[in-house]
């Protein structure tokens, strides 16, 4: 890789070390300020329970933990401030994309495989994860940062499970992407 390459490159992209201590620094921010960590899977169980209940008002109280949930934000579960934490994710990666010159509409896959075929995989991939982190109460954000920022063993669990499989999972899957 040429010098040139290098250098352009890393005015495109935040050094990663930089990017996980200001990680870091925003999650301690979230559990000093709200008294929570950070977490995703919670914006979308608002999302859901809000459009289940705009769909049908009597359904959510059919699901004990729609219900619940819906009822544990003031008014709307859209008033939670997780929302509003991950639309400002999806509006500052689309602005730093924008400024970077990286926005483009295309799909990154390896030679080997289709564009199809590697939009299959990320909906896969995304549908399982998502039932994951159903299953386990919380998304990585939630279960392995905000658990290990508060030195619970769960959270450490949680985040060797998350790399044990990615790394045991690699090996069969390494060839849609290289």
Excluded at 8 to 16: D, G, K, M
Excluded at 61 to 71: D, I, L, R, S
Excluded at 161 to 176: E, P, V
Aim: with cysteine; hydrophobic share 45%.
């Amino acid at each position: 890789m040429s010098n040139t390459t290098t250098n352009e490159r890393s005015r495109r992209y935040l050094n990663p070390y930089l990017g996980g201590v200001l990680l870091g620094l925003v999650l301690l921010a979230s559990n000093f300020i709200s008294g929570r960590g950070l977490g995703a899977s919670g914006a979308v169980k608002s999302v859901v329970a809000t459009t289940i209940e705009a769909v049908d008002k009597d359904a959510v109280n059919t699901m004990p933990f729609m219900a619940e949930y819906a009822e544990s934000h003031s008014g709307s579960p859209m008033r939670s401030w997780l929302v509003f934490e991950m639309l400002g994710v999806l509006v500052g990666g689309f602005l730093s994309g924008a400024i970077a010159g990286r926005l483009k509409l295309k799909v990154e896959h390896s030679p080997k495989i289709t564009s199809k075929r590697r939009l299959i995989f990320a909906l896969a991939g995304g549908t399982l994860f998502g039932l994951g982190s159903q299953l386990g109460r919380g998304c990585t954000s939630g279960s392995a940062l905000s658990g290990m920022a508060v030195l619970s063993l769960g959270g450490f669990v949680t985040m060797m499970a998350i790399f044990g499989t990615a790394f045991a999972l690699a090996y069969f899957f390494r060839r849609n992407w290289i």
